[in-house]
């Protein structure tokens, strides 16, 4: 090195201690040099002949950062008297920016640049690093994208609901399944991918009060999402935290409006009872934003044209500030028609504006669905039936006709096209089939003294309810008879369900109490905290309670499937509220036929309930969807025999029975058989499972998270098949593994044992771990550059090559998420000094297995002197790369063109016959597909990463 190379001012770096960042040289006495390197707080003499020093030059293009922290993309490099100036810009000017203003820190981007300034690392790490992007280009291209990380069994009908719902662009739809059918999960799968592929980043979730915890556990266990809950307590502290501190920053610099708990976090789950109640806390869920809303027993949102409820009116102004919206109800007709229809009017107030015209609409799809059952059975179709097809589909049927699978073609138009099939999906038992019997245990009993005169009308559902508890304890059979059978059934577990929450206390501390039964009360009355603890002692197989005692709000959405035996305390008034009741038990998981116990007190409304819903609707034996309609065309009927009327019983039990054969059949063949052909298209679901299985079979996901903990300083234990588990080792890098904790952590590789073992962490390709190691693998500079050596006969020792990683780099706004959709394989080449290509001779796998360490010390001698032949190769391979950009960008063209155009024309098709379709949805791809065009066209190649090669 020359005396003449160092001049004050002037910024290197040390290759031998790359630790002490950009150094600037501050004196130059004889044959000494002297640098202070400010981010260490140091200062260093060198003998300049064989000072480790490198000079630092930053390239056009290249990000600087000065020591003020402001940042600059520079545009041109000036050299004033051997100290450089950089003409840089900041987005906006150009600012002329001398080399001695520049931060301490520093990092480089170029990979050469790194491997000169002494940052380069070992093999494994440039290994990793080429692995981290052809798995990332690998994975955004997969249809199994965001539906890979699940602790979850895939199921056809969830699948099938996740992926058409989830990629949709701020999605509006109403998950109805039938209870237990996991909504919850089809929820958390669209949510998992939309944040998964960048089209969410904040969610709210909305639910009842008791399923706050159950959310939040579901949540975490089987997607790792980790959402904060706002709670009262909650929003009051971060209020009052903000009062203090933040209040005074905010005053100082006028932002009066920040100091808003919902936006402490980016997933947040909260009650609709405290949004209802706190009118503040719904000002500040309102202004935070939401890319996605989730509310979970939607039908407690009542509506009628005159009057909406408190409740539906904080969803409605919250649906109408976020994009995406679902809302969640196994009963969607609960409280009436009116209501289901006001709950579609929020996912889409333009087209469901008028109630009239809906209910027509709805009559409508009786005849569609006739063609399309006769389509589907392979039956002839009639001159009228094609006159039909050809109103609906008009010309379009012409060009359907010409498809291989016409039935199916046209079938599939029919679907897309009319009413509410695509915002409106509902799976029902009966379709998914395999759910254990229900069997209703009837129980007839005297009605004691007590209920005098309470005996009838709906008080007599539950004549106990506001008596003296003494009194209706001691002399009401059904108490009696539940501790008898309690002590029966022991040990099994037994769910017990009542109208009131004062029913359920005062059972439960007799039970407890008076008849030693380990039990738990399970009610609206309870803090969330004491309601978990109740359900978790419950559960408890060893040492918990053999029976909980619910109220019928308390209990609404739990999951006890683990239970096999239900206690109807008493009966409610509605038919829905009885299959919520069961759906605690009759949920996917359930593996024993459910015993539904039914204590009914003789000659009371109890028993006109009892036989209504027995005989009248078969709701104990069967799911009955078509209850509230019955309960609502017999209704006078219905309250005349409750009321005590037991000539009219007999006539209303064949009326409801008849009614419900007529409901279930037209049901079938209108608009919820549409609906059902809509919500779960079987070909589709196992194909698209097919694929999720295929990428989780391979070991792939294992074999690169081992290399990475090898290279980051994850220490590694064999833990039996499929799982290991994991420790901080030696050399940790905690920068790149998140989330692990010190005591380690025990994982699974296989879905299977993920299911069985709630205990072990799931790793897959969608664990945050997994995505983190990524993540920071390609922004990281890790493995950019790194030094090997290689032995082979055919190869002069001492000569070099360079492998290098080229990726298209695309310019555009971070909220376009363009990404992933560009998924452009990277691009390999390998060159020597002479600019001979010969990636095809030595492909990366057998150069790996070729290729060893250099020890550092011999590295660090190694590069100052190959410097100037890295530097020819890494222009050889620019120039060899240029080539291959054209091809690049139009593979990229073409693949953005196939996501956006055929889903552009599909809803442009559609939206002539079906108005669901609104204009934004389609604008927002025809914008992501002009964007697309418009960043693939100045798409440049930008080289990832380098290994240089010394043959030994
Ligand atoms: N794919 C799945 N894999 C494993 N467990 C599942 C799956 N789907 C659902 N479950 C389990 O089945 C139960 C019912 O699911 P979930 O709570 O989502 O149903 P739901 O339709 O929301 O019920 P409700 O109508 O009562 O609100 C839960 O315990 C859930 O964890």
Known sequence: METSDFVIGQRWVSHSDTGLGLGIVTDISGRRVTLGFPAADEE????????????????IGEEIETFGGDRYTVRAVEDVGGVLMYHADDGENIHQISEVKLAGSVNFSAPHQRLFAGQFDRNGAFRLRYATVQHQDRLRASPAQGLIGARTQHLPHQIYIAQEVARRHAPRVLLADEVGLGKTIEAGLILHYQLHTGRAKRALIVVPDSLIHQWLVEMLRRFNLRFSIIDQERYDALKDDEDDIDALVNHIFGDENSENPFETDQLVLCSLDFLTRNAGA???????GWDLMIVDEAHHLAWAPEAASPEYEVVESLSARTRGLLLLTATPEQVGIASHFARLRLLDPARFHDLETFREEEAHYETINQVVRRLQQDEAISDADREALRGWLGQELDQLEQESDTRQAIIDALLDRHGTGRILFRNTRAAIRGFPERQPEPVPLPCPELYDGLDVGLEGLSPEHGRAEERWLAEDPRVAWLEKTLLGLRPAKVVVICAHAETAMALEHYLQLRAGIRSAAFHEHLSLVERDRAAAYFSDSEQGAQALICSEIGSEGRNFQFAHHLVLFDLPANPDLLEQRIGRLDRIGQTDAIRIHIPYLEGTSQEVQYRWFHDGLNAFAESCAVGVAVQEALQERWQQAIDGDTGVLDELIEASARETARLKTMLQNGRDALIELNSCRRDVAEELIGRIEEEEASA????????????????????????????PGEHYHAGHVTDLPEDGLTVTWSREQALEREDLAFMSWEHPMVTGVMDSVTSSGLGKAALASLSVKALPPGTLLMEALFTVHCPAPESLQLTRYLPVSPLRL?????????????????????????????????????????????????????????????????????????EIRRLEALQKVNPAIRDEEIDYFRNQLAAAREAVSHASLALEGIRVIVTA
Do not use: W
């Open 44 to 59: 260093r003499t060198y003998a300049i002949d064989n000072a480790p020093l490198s000079r630092i030059v930053f390239q």
């Open 700 to 727: 792939q996901v294992r074999d690169y998270m081992i290399e990475a903990f090898d290279i980051l300083g994850v220490d590694v234990e064999d833990h039996g098949e499929h799982s290991d588990v994991l420790k």
């Open 830 to 902: 390998l060159v020597d000094v002479n600019g001979k290509e010969l990636s095809a001779a030595l492909p990366h796998d057998r150069l790996n297995e070729l290729c060893s360490n250099i020890r550092r010390r011999t590295a660090q001698a190694i590069v100052p002197q190959i410097r100037p032949q890295v530097e020819t190769m890494v222009d050889h391979a620019e120039r060899l790369s240029e080539p291959h950009l054209e091809p690049m960008k139009e593979k990229a063209l073409a693949g953005v063109e196939a996501v956006f155009g055929p």
């Open 282 to 288: 719904r000002e500040d869920a309102l202004a935070a």
